[in-house]
T-cell receptor, first 113, second 113 residues
Framework: QKEVEQDPGPLSVPEGAIVSLNCTYSNSAFQYFMWYRQYSRKGPELLMY????GNKEDGRFTAQVDKSSKYISLFIRDSQPSDSATYLC?????????????FGKGTKLSVIP | DGGITQSPKYLFRKEGQNVTLSCEQNLNHDAMYWYRQDPGQGLRLIYY???????QKGDIAEGYSVSREKKESFPLTVTSAQKNPTAFYLC????????????FGQGTRLTVV
């Protein structure tokens, strides 16, 4: 079982829809959770960074973490064509040492006008 | 403007040749990373460095080498020992510590011909 599982999609939704993107993980050492957005042929950019279980909201984006279920989600409200990209979840373990990120495979999202 | 610059954007290499990918940052970040991205594989860590003149192997270091002679620079050499070098290579940097964002460059697409 991979440490981080993410459905690669592709996911296609109409403009204005609510999008739900998810990742599961198996290692309880993961304590920090991130969502990156990557446009085609570009580097990823950080969207959300969370630590605690619960919800964190930023504009149209909401990140949700459920540590008991080892499950994280990213919700996009009122999706726009400009949201079309690949969304990568990333996780970081607690404890001393290097701050390495473990990434999911990414979900490719298309928002159709 | 602060950021991470990767060059070149596209690179072609003949089999059996070594090639070096450049990564420069002016963010004054201590930590730098190299990732490889393949379709359907997500990002995999090749090497990382937390301070000058020190670096550590990531999950897929075989066939790659790095150096960190300056804080701003972290070049990656893809050697002839790397069996499947064709990929999208991403460099990132961050401040060492928690609650920090990893900034990514725009990537170099390497193709072996």
């Amino acid at each position: 079982q991979k440490e981080v599982e993410q459905d690669p999609g592709p996911l296609s939704v109409p403009e204005g829809a609510i999008v739900s993107l998810n990742c599961t993980y198996s290692n309880s050492a993961f304590q920090y959770f991130m969502w990156y957005r990557q446009y085609s042929r570009k580097g990823p950019e950080l969207l959300m960074y969370t630590y605690s279980s619960g919800n964190k909201e930023d504009g149209r984006f909401t990140a949700q973490v459920d540590k008991s279920s080892k499950y994280i989600s990213l919700f996009i409200r009122d999706s726009q064509p400009s949201d079309s990209a690949t969304y990568l979840c990333a996780m970081e373990k607690s404890g001393a040492g290097s701050y390495q990120l473990t990434f999911g495979k990414g979900t490719k999202l298309s928002v159709i006008p | 403007d602060g950021g991470i610059t990767q060059s070149p954007k596209y690179l072609f290499r003949k089999e059996g040749q070594n090639v070096t990918l450049s990564c420069e940052q002016n963010l004054n970040h201590d930590a730098m990373y190299w990732y490889r991205q393949d379709p359907g594989q997500g990002l995999r860590l090749i090497y990382y460095s937390q301070i000058v003149n020190d670096f550590q192997k990531g999950d897929i270091a075989e066939g790659y080498s790095v150096s960190r002679e300056k804080k701003e620079s972290f070049p990656l050499t893809v050697t002839s020992a790397q069996k499947n070098p064709t990929a999208f290579y991403l460099c990132a940097s961050s401040i060492t510590g928690r609650d920090t964002e990893a900034f990514f460059g725009q990537g170099t697409r390497l193709t072996v011909v």
